[in-house]
T-cell receptor, first 111, second 116 residues
Framework: SQKIEQNSEALNIQEGKTATLTCNYT??????LQWYRQDPGRGPVFLLL?????KEKRKERLKVTFDTTLKQSLFHITASQPADSATYLC??????????FGPGTRLSVLP | DAGVIQSPRHEVTEMGQEVTLRCKPI?????LFWYRQTMMRGLELLIY????????DSGMPEDRFSAKMPNASFSTLKIQPSEPRDSAVYFC??????????????FGPGTRLTVL
């Protein structure tokens, strides 16, 4: 069956450290993958998109990798800050299928 | 641009009543999506439109749910009759694809629906 998993429901890290979030998928062939941030009571906000033929994408303190062999994407936030605390969602755009979101990881950056 | 606008922001209704959720997408966007989010099931795609035409409604849970997009600037999601298990946050999102690959989606603030 098709499945998207994100490494853990919640992740706590210390301010200044690098946060690494994982998105694993099974039985999908995504054309590309997106990462979104969601704050409580608000809609998701787009962060980064990476295509199947790209290995890595960066934007300021954010970095995304995409390994179609491992069927995994890693999302890194370097020099994390308390303001980075939120839920992060990965989303797949599989060929011939609808957009599908992972369950999310709730990140807490402790001061 | 004001972003995606949804109304109402909160809706409390009783079982059996009709509920209508409204969405105004970002001007110029050619795709509109309706999602439902719950703790148990996460964010689920219900239906999406391209240039006002419904493309895929396979995520709509039951015939009690219906969605329309009469023009490029307005869409509704209707639940009739509503049931307690429909309680969730409903999001509308829009994006501009323009014939290329899908792009980022812009989400509205959501409508929190409570069915008693």
């Amino acid at each position: 069956s098709q499945k998207i998993e994100q490494n853990s429901e919640a992740l706590n890290i210390q301010e200044g450290k690098t946060a690494t979030l994982t998105c694993n998928y099974t039985n999908y062939s995504p054309a590309y993958l997106q990462w979104y941030r969601q704050d409580p009571g608000r809609g998701p906000v787009f962060l980064l998109l990476i295509r199947e033929n790209e290995k890595e994408k960066r934007k300021e303190r954010l970095k995304v990798t995409f390994d179609t062999t491992l069927k995994q994407s890693l999302f890194h936030i370097t020099a994390s800050q308390p303001a980075d605390s939120a839920t992060y969602l990965c989303a797949l755009n599989p060929y011939g299928q609808n957009f599908v979101f992972g369950p999310g990881t709730r990140l807490s950056v402790l001061p | 641009d004001a972003g995606v606008i949804q109304s109402p922001r909160h809706e409390v209704t009783e079982m059996g009543q009709e509920v209508t959720l409204r969405c105004k997408p970002i001007s110029g966007h050619d795709y509109l999506f309706w999602y439902r989010q719950t703790m148990m099931r996460g964010l689920e795609l219900l239906i999406y439109f391209n240039n006002n035409v419904p493309i895929d409604d396979s995520g709509m849970p039951e015939d009690r749910f219906s969605a329309k997009m009469p023009n490029a600037s307005f869409s509704t999601l209707k639940i009739q009759p509503s049931e307690p298990r429909d309680s969730a946050v409903y999001f509308c999102a829009s994006s501009f694809v323009g014939g290329g690959l899908y792009n980022e989606q812009f989400f509205g603030p959501g409508t929190r629906l409570t069915v008693l």
